[in-house]
């Protein structure tokens, strides 16, 4: 009876030690589970954030195709990107730029003041889809006068050296669509940036105005 008892007694504790790593296994199964839903919805996040500042850049066209544009308008002043005036000018000249390849000195001057003024919000992801979408018609002009292109010029030796990413990669990109030789003094200090999307469109830039 002895023996069956002390028998007894170590199945009974290596049962409850057997429970007690699989509690503790279960614990630590929920709290990977738990920590991978968190960094999921993180990167769901993220994710959303920058196919929202594409969806809305001039590097691909909204999805306003079946809506009138005083409704496309309304949309983006409710978003806080830019007021209904200046969204409506600014298709009316996208499409301008589109078809002529050119800019009025007036509008040139326009679209350079939008850069320069926040819009509806002063939140960080609508004013760079606004600012995204007044540098994409300066890149889009194929056509500048040689005062317009000068113009252009200094105006992104200025957003260049801005410590803000989206100012720096559009910049670049305006300078690579100018293809001034100049423009590489201000895109040199910019292949070390902390950045691995600036350094590279940099390096990018810098190659395209070489190769002329």
Known sequence: MCKQTVLLQLLVERSSSVKLEGVALIVKSKILLITFAALCVVLGLLLLQSNHVLLHSRQRPLDF???????????????????????????????????SGTISDADLAWVIHMLEIPGPKKDTLPREIRRGRFFGLLKEVKNYTPSQKEVVFQTMTTYVTNSNRIDKLWSVAVFRHLKDTRAIAFITPLLNDSDPAVRRESARTVKVINSQ
């Open 65 to 99: 195709s079946e809506k009138p544009l005083s409704e496309q308008a309304k949309e983006l002043e409710v978003e806080g990107v830019m007021y209904k005036s200046e969204y409506i000018k600014e298709e009316q000249l996208w499409k301008s730029i589109q078809e």
